[in-house]
């Protein structure tokens, strides 16, 4: 999360649903050290941790913003006084978009799958003027069944991290322009899903040994990657970035399982999914808000508590050593200018 907090919603497919398969029941919690702990819980709302903030004068920028854990983030921010941009396209996966009830949200067109739209989403938001106090990736997508490709990568990869990595380096000057910003990036313990080698570089068009799990699970590792190399990058500046897991809950996504898997999920973990959007939306809002985490960087969040990851999440050579970012650079180096 990049702070100073600015928040513009996009509509990249699914927008905010979210939902894994495989939770961290079964890992002990382990609490990052150096890091301010919360009263918080899984149960806490998005309302009841902006409670008492006064976000007037703040601006958040969220992918995803229309529907989900995007707009349940979306209107606890407006509702402290925060402005928001959301953005009023129709997602491919048929979900229709609801804006927020207020005054405070800007429109903004954009579609993480193609580079074109982005750029041209980043220069409207630098048109606009709006320093960048919070900047979260949210948006994403989880397509089941054969392999699909985007200018010949595999859709997960193009979308949730390639589109999201694109936005951020495009954003980044109104990001650095703030006081302090923040910058959250959603991580899911889908990550186990991805392969043993963490990202298939020499595969990204996904031909070899294709399954969605793989292919979404190393998207989403991608993404607490870049994240944690982003914040080793921002060190010394007024920005910070850090990822989170926002836990089972029942979005879209959810539903856009098949019903044998929705059973066989809930047969596995009975409580799943086990939060409210209202509760997994609590994290982001959270870490994008709270003055306690002022400064924090490079850490990774659950139920609103900054926890030791698995070993492949806070793997900072691999971050650095796997060319994730020079890969990514290269993939969209025509776009980056």
């Known amino acids: 999360m990049l702070t100073r907090r600015s928040f513009i919603a996009s509509s990249a497919a699914v927008g905010a649903a979210t939902v894994s398969g495989c939770g961290r029941n079964d890992e002990p919690v382990v609490f990052a050290e150096g ?13 009841q941790v902006v409670a008492g903030l006064d976000l007037a004068g703040k601006t958040f920028l969220i992918t995803g913003g229309t529907s989900g854990l995007g707009l349940v983030s979306a209107r606890a921010l407006t509702a402290r006084g925060a402005r928001h941009a959301a953005d009023g396209s129709q997602p491919r996966q048929g979900v229709r978009p609801r804006r927020p009830a207020s005054a405070r949200c800007t429109p903004l067109a954009l579609e993480l799958e193609q580079p074109g739209p982005i750029v041209a989403c980043a220069a409207e938001v630098a048109r606009l ?12 997508i989880m397509v089941l069944g054969d392999l699909r490709q985007v200018r010949g990568i595999e859709q997960h990869f193009a979308v949730n991290h390639l589109g999201h990595f694109l936005l951020v380096q ?32 020499d ?135």
């Open 35 to 47: 890091v301010p702990m919360s009263r918080y819980d899984k149960k806490t709302t998005a309302e």
């Open 129 to 140: 003027g709006m320093p960048i106090d919070g900047l979260i990736c949210n948006a994403g």
């Open 170 to 201: 495009k954003l980044l000057p109104q990001v650095q322009a703030a006081p302090r910003t923040r910058r959250r990036r959603r991580q899911l313990s889908a990550y186990k899903w991805a392969p043993p080698c963490g990202i298939e570089f």
């Open 203 to 337: 595969n990204l068009a996904g031909t070899r040994e294709f399954t969605a799990n793989k292919a979404y699970g190393q998207s989403k590792l991608a993404n607490a990657l870049f994240s944690l190399e982003l914040a080793r990058r921002l060190e010394g500046t007024r920005a910070t970035s850090n990822s989170l897991n926002p836990g089972a809950v029942d979005t879209a996504l959810w539903h856009h399982y098949p019903k044998w898997q929705q059973q066989a999920l809930l047969a596995a973990d009975q409580g799943f999914p086990a939060e409210t959007p209202e509760q997994g939306a609590a994290t982001r809002c959270y870490v994008a808000t709270a003055p306690a985490l002022a400064g924090v960087n490079g850490q990774y969040f659950e139920n609103c508590n900054a926890v030791v990851p698995p070993p492949q999440v806070r793997d900072a050579a691999l971050a650095r050593r796997s060319c994730l970012r020079t890969t990514s650079e290269d993939l969209l180096r025509p776009w980056l200018g």
